[in-house]
Each structure stands twice: as C-alpha cells, then as structure tokens.
C-alpha cells in the first residue's frame, strides 16, 4: 500500500504543504498548484489573517456574499448580508422582503438569551445525600469564578443559575451540574466552557474535602464539560401579518384558494417528518446565510434549531400559520445563540463589513435579523411550491451556472438569458438552446450528463 501519510503537516510552510499535497495525491499537478495559490489574498496581511483562522490553511474557498434589501424588521429597514452558494436564495429573500415591505414588514422580538452548559459526572451513593452537599457548596460555584466571570458581570451578564441534576433514570450515577448564563453580546461559547471546566474542580475538591459524605461518597468521575448547543430559552420570534385579501394582490389567484394550500403546506410540514426536514431546510437557506456572513457558528444555530423542531417528540415545521378574523400570520420561533461580539465578529474583513451593513447590532438584533431571513425563505419557498411550484423561479437563477458550466461567452449567456425571460428554464432546454446558437451538435455537450 502506498504511504500517504505524513509527520508534522501541521509545521510545513503552506508552500512546503502545497507541494506535498500534490505531489503525494496530485501527481505533482503544475495547475493544481496555480490553482490554490491564485485563491490568495494580495494583500499578505489580509491573508496571513485568513491563514491563521484554522490550522493546515492551503487558500481561501469563496462563497458569494450578497445582499437581500427592503427587509422591514421592527420598522427598521435592513439590507441583509447573506453568503451563500445557493442561486435562488438571495433573490428568493428580497423578493419576500419586498412583499412584506408593503403589508408592515417584520415584527420581531427576542424571548430570552440565556445559554446553558453542563458538567457531566458519575457519582455512587444515594442521590438525596449529593443534593444536600450540592445545596451546602452551591455558593462556592459562584465564588470559585468570580474572577472569570467579573468583566461579564459589569456587562450585565454572568452565572444566572446552577443545579444538579439526577439523570439516573437515563444511565446509572449519571448526574449534572446544569448551567444557565448570560452571555450579552457574546455567544459564549469560551465564556461557558472555561466556567464549567471551574466548576468540574470546585465540584471534585469540596466532594473530596467535605466533612459529612463518608468516605465511599467521595467517588466521582467528571465525564466531560461543555456547553450544550441545545439552547430553548434562548429564544427568538419573528411574524408577519396582513389581511387575508391582501395576500394575492397584484395576482390572479384568489386568496382563499392560495391561504387553503398555504396553511396545508404548513400542516403538511408538521405532521410530516419528510416533508419538515426540506421545510426547514429551506428555513435554514435563510439563517445560515446570514450566519455565516455575520461571523457566526451555523452548525451550532442548525443543531440547535433541528433539536427544537423535534422538542415534542417528533422532528417539525419550525414555522406557524393562523388565519383568525381575516388575518394571515406567519411566524417562525426557534432558538439561537448569536453573538455580535468574539469569535470572528471583530476580525474577518467581509464579517466587519456585514456588521456595519446592519448597524452593528446587537446580539438580541442579529437574531431578530436572522430569524427574520429563515421566515422570509420559508414564506418564499411556501408561496412558490403551492403556485408556480419551485423549479421556475430556481432553475431561472441557475441559468447562469448552466451557461458557465458550458463555457459560454458573455454574448450568448445575453442571448440565451433574453431567450429564457419567457421560457421555463431546463437543463435540455438550455442546452439544446446553448448548441443551436454555436451551431454545434448536442451530442458534443457532455456537461451534466
Ligand atoms: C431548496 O434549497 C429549499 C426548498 O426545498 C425549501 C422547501 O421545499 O420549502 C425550496
């Protein structure tokens, strides 16, 4: 078996990695290389920066960052940064937010933000004797911290509450310090994390010190600490609203017809597991969007927001529809922990400018914004589906990326974009449209196949 493998990578110069890499899995590809270095930044500083964002940086992988405008959020109007690779998207979100603009635009509010964590231990006794120990040395949680957590405290935040928690009914001596905290502006993970690992020790020492556990009480084994990205207070709601007849202005349908499928469309989503997972799916085309173009963690927003979906037992809609006394509401409700502070907030060149874009909100703003973008999808993705269905306005965006695909000059993806203004866009039809205007024979195209 060859021997890829390798000692040290991590301590190479990323010209040294580079070379090894394609000249261990890319036969010592020229282009390859070309390739990678003409993704660096000319400016060295800006890119010895993006470098050391993670270790074994080879170059820089771009996304498209745009901007949805006219998002009316709590009559504030907000152009919303999104990075992104998906065509519609974007366009999909304006085109909400356009809709909206006229019918009083978002309302949005911020429930709660509080985080939590949890020190995960293993303990061996009778559990009424460890909550009476827990209630004698709780105040030494506090106290043992009060250093860490002195600079959050001045800003509002800090320990809100600790206790324990019997999970034997889950796994025998299983037990948690459970956590909750107040995090302002940051998402906090580091915050929270380094207060647990305090927490674990203060935990072990007064266990082991204490006078009145005996001396088989004093067994303890702290599995693991670390926040939990689960964050259900940390809550954040969106809506829009109008009068029912105003919901298909401008179009031909009625609106009856249109609000029947549109709440079915969302019954659907909620009954149905296949059906919510591409239901959210489409909600988190919008969120992820603006969390990553906002410096923020999107794994840990999507982790947090499927759990919720699933809170009641089964995975569902992340999104709401009423229509009471000829009023349609739409609202979506669902947890995330964004920060507008730390992490990359203040240090990536694209993330500072979104910020700035936004007015540079606070945390409690970002995720209004935020959750409003996931709400402005979904309304877009439901109006589509139950009208026109999904691919016209979709496949229109991924026109452009048909004709690259083919290699195109500017002056036919002109002719062939004009050629499909009234047009359904198809992959064949593009093609086919693609092969008549080069005058070349279809069976030469072998793109997509
Ligand atoms: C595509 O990225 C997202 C949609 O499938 C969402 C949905 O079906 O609701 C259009």
Redesign the pocket.
Known sequence: MENKTIKGFSKLSKEAKIEWLTKEYLEGDDASIELLKSYWHNDTKTQKLHDEFIENTLTNFYLPFGVAPNFMINDTIYCIPMAIE?SS?VAAAAKSASFWLNRGGFKAEVISTTKVGHVHFAWYGEYERLLDFFNRVKDKFFQNTENLTANMRTRGGGILDIQLVNKCDLEPNYYQLMAKFETCDSMGANFINSLLEEFSKTLTTEIENDAILRDEEKKIQVIMCILSNYTPECLVRSEVSCKVEELTEGTDMSPEVFIEKFVQAIHVATIEPYRAT??N??IF?GIDSVVLATGNDFRAVEACGHTYAAKDGQYKSLTHVSVENGIFRFWIEIPMALGTVGGLTKLHPIVKFSHKLLGNPNAEELMMITATAGLAQ?FG??RS?VTTG?QKGHMKMHLLNILNQLEATDAEKKQIVELFKTKTVTHKGVVDEFCRIRGIENKDISIGK
């Open positions: 998906e998207v591409t239901h799916k489409g085309n979904n993705a439901i589906l999904i």
